[in-house]
């Protein structure tokens, strides 16, 4: 069975610039959240998607946005990046919403800002 | 807003000796999560606690939630170098974000 997928694994970019991340989740796993990571902050939760609509949202600016697709794919993006957006930035994807389903991780997808 | 932390933030350990790992909510858990994340890895899970009270043990490891489901711990007999990574609690909140501790990083002496 595959694991989550998420592509690009590594991408750069300048300031001002946005990205799109993708994730893939394991088949029949309809909750997808993202994450960012970073070294000072920890896992920081962006938001999470069920069935196309989002459940819940962290406290991330309104550049950070998601969205997901019917086949429960899920992409985020970030607009207008800055030079604190660099991160690790995972999706995980759960088989049971509600918190009560353990978050499968992909191995992320690392944003260099420069 | 609700905030999870976590202590210690690093645990350098000789091999053998034991590990606990602290998380501590702001607000009641409806339940709590452990994962493991090696480094250069993708955080892993590792179990789930539920009950107040609930204590869980996977062969070196034992977990425990408060009685207050406030609180839980992680404890590793006898360490290992397998053992290195970094612990993160995740409790979830009443309204399902998974709200993740800082982490526990450790590091195991050979």
């Known amino acids: 069975k595959a694991g989550v997928t998420q592509t690009p694994r590594y991408l750069i970019k300048t300031r001002g610039q946005q990205v799109t991340l993708s994730c893939s989740p394991i088949?029949?796993?309809?909750?997808v959240s993202w994450y960012q990571q970073t070294p000072g902050q920890g896992l920081q939760f962006l938001f999470e998607y069920f069935s196309e609509t989002q459940r819940n949202k962290g406290n991330f600016p309104g550049r950070f946005s998601g969205r997901q697709f019917s086949n429960s794919r899920s992409e985020m993006n970030v607009s207008t990046l800055e030079l604190g957006d660099s991160a690790l930035y995972l999706c995980a994807s759960s088989l049971r919403d509600r918190g009560i389903g353990e978050l499968f991780f992909g191995e992320g997808s690392r944003l260099t800002v420069l | 807003g609700q905030q999870v932390m976590q202590i210690p933030q690093y645990q350098h350990v000789q091999e053998g000796e034991d590990f606990t790992t602290y998380c501590n909510s702001s607000t009641t858990l409806s339940n709590i999560q452990w994962y493991k994340q090696r480094p250069g890895g993708h955080p892993v899970f590792l179990i789930q606690?539920?009950?107040?009270?609930e204590v869980k043990k996977q062969k070196r490891l034992t977990f425990q939630f408060g009685e207050a489901k406030k609180n839980s711990s992680l404890h590793i007999t006898a360490t290992q170098t397998t053992d290195v990574g970094t612990y993160f609690c995740?409790?979830?909140?009443?309204?399902?974000?998974?709200?993740f501790g800082t982490g526990t990083r450790l590091k195991v002496l050979a």
């Open positions: 995740a409790g979830i909140s009443g309204t399902y974000k998974y709200i």
């Open positions: 606690l539920v009950k107040s009270g």
């Open positions: 088949s029949g796993h309809r909750s």
